[in-house]
């Protein structure tokens, strides 16, 4: 093949891709477990000097990594927020790239802009619900956004503490002198414990020490404490120490747990700071007739973090940032001479990214072709699941269900015969070894796919508990699939004690694998 022939920009050679990938995604679907294995290194560790056909790139590809991948179409993958594509995703991905239009700037984007717009004024009046006039100025202001589409949740949250500290010191120059020449001793951002690790990032590009992100205790319920909450704030302008911003957590990564966002909504107009709630997890909730007041006091907040890639459906990289009002998107308003100019209706003066693919249209269709209803079921659907789960676990006595689910996520484990009446020692590091070496059998030998954490667990002081977690918002998961998965975890757990398993010291050095 001649490098110099254009064979890779001819129309008729997508039938030939097409047919192929089409043939691999089959295998990939039909395949028994749910659980991506380890992956093994690949041998070519060098750019190969002549190209490759078609059968054997796929060959290699499904080799080297596809063939350990986690099947997200399995019913029983309920690991990680990740959810199954509805089957039109990948057809407008192929959509997304063949057009491969960027987002930055208009004149390379063309209608794409506006569409991007009106469907973050979409998600706006479901989490804001302002009144007509309000959205009437964001479908038609260029100089201000109601929002940003993001790689993800945790560049949605980074972006939200940037414009929290540009709100906090608004006079030019650097920011951390303005700290001090106002009496300062220094800034800090308060939220609970069980906030995403996106806030310790931010905290670090910020500038900002790792002790300055002050984690609040939670109760029972895995919410944030209030008395604490009062306390700190008390601390805080005793110490001159300025509060940049509240975060809310809207569903928790561990245990999906939801911060009193009304109360916290309130404690941060009278400290007269930014109020932002992460509800990367559960903002969707919303749709939900039965379970949207889980979120009251969210319309309250300056800025809310959704993440499309986990209840609404869309593939991975497609995080939002909702502005309550628009004008503070201008906090971050960036041009250049060549791109982005002031004055223009580029999206990318407002984004920490600058090239951007146009993954609205994943969002844009998921709220057309699903619609609210239809999220709402499957949210309510997904609640069930999990109340169901949570019955089962706690009328097996070889299993003990750790938390209450407060949503749609639900933490437990296996326990050893020895501990199941013996409650008051229930916290014996032998039960965690148990359940990490536990989650590794299932993750290889089983076909249902748990993840696994290590937290206190909300009401408790200490220790943490090694628990597996079930992410119920699988659609294709049915109740019908609670059973088998259980029984994989007991199976996979006598195995262990069958075979007797050595106690050790420490799980810390087996977390990471």
Excluded at 133 to 142: A, N
Aim: glycine letters at 8%; proline letters at 4%.
């Amino acid at each position: 093949m001649k490098l110099s022939e254009p064979v890779f920009w001819e129309t008729g050679q997508e039938r030939c891709w097409t047919e192929q990938i089409d043939a691999l995604v089959h295998r990939y679907r039909q395949q028994g477990r749910s659980v991506g294995l380890s992956a093994t290194p690949t041998s070519a560790t060098r750019v190969p000097e002549q190209p490759m056909g078609i059968e054997d790139y796929l060959g290699r590809l499904a080799e080297d990594g596809l063939a350990e991948a986690a099947c997200m179409h399995h019913p029983r993958c309920l690991g990680h927020m990740t959810s199954p594509l509805p089957v039109f995703m990948p057809q407008l991905s192929r959509l997304v790239t063949s057009f491969n239009q960027n987002l930055m700037k208009t004149e390379s984007s063309g209608g794409l802009t506006a569409l991007e717009r009106n469907t973050l004024v979409m998600l706006h009046r479901t989490v804001f619900d302002l009144d007509e006039q309000s959205y009437h100025k964001m479908s038609t202001d260029s100089q201000s956004t109601p929002g940003l589409i993001t790689s993800g949740g945790t560049l949605a949250n980074l972006t939200a503490m940037w414009c929290a500290r540009k709100r906090g010191f608004t006079d030019q120059g650097t920011w951390w002198r303005q700290l001090h020449e106002k009496g300062y001793t220094d800034a800090v951002i308060l939220g609970s414990r069980l906030m995403h690790y996106s806030f310790d990032k931010a905290m670090d590009l910020l500038g900002l020490s790792s002790n300055a992100l002050l984690k609040i205790d939670v109760d029972a319920r895995g919410a944030m404490r209030l008395d604490q909450l009062d306390t700190a704030l008390a601390t805080c302008r005793s110490q001159r120490r300025k509060v940049l911003a509240i975060v809310g957590i809207a569903g928790s990564t561990d245990f999906g747990s939801i911060d009193p966002l009304q109360e916290l909504a309130c404690r941060a107009r009278m400290e007269g700071v930014h109020f932002h709630v992460d509800a990367a997890w559960g903002g969707p909730f919303l749709f939900s007739h039965t379970h949207a007041q889980l979120l009251a006091g969210i319309e309250q907040a300056d800025t809310v973090t959704l993440d499309a890639h986990k209840q609404l459906l869309t593939p991975l990289g497609t995080g939002i940032l909702l502005y309550r009002n628009s004008d503070l998107s201008r906090m971050l308003l960036s041009t250049a001479p060549y791109a982005v100019r002031s004055g223009s209706r580029d999206s990318g003066r407002f984004t920490l990214e600058g090239s951007r693919p146009a993954n609205a249209i994943y969002l844009h269709a998921a709220l057309h072709l699903i619609g609210g209803d239809g999220f709402g079921r499957y949210i309510d659907d997904s609640f069930e699941r999990a109340r169901a789960l949570a019955h089962r676990i706690k009328a097996r006595p070889d299993m003990e269900l750790l938390q209450e689910p407060p949503t749609n996520l639900v933490v437990f484990r296996y326990l050893p015969r020895r501990f199941r009446h013996a409650r008051a020692i229930r916290q014996d590091p032998e039960i965690n070894t148990l359940n990490v070496r536990l989650h590794k059998l299932l993750r290889h030998s089983g076909t249902s796919f748990l993840s696994r954490t290590e937290r206190v667990l909300p009401g408790q002081a200490t220790p943490a508990c090694v628990m597996l977690r079930a992410v119920m918002f699988n659609p294709l998961c049915r109740i019908e699939d609670i059973d088998p998965i259980l029984d994989e975890v007991v199976a996979c757990g006598r195995q262990l004690e069958e075979q007797g398993f050595e106690k050790e010291k420490s799980v810390e050095h087996v977390q990471n694998s």
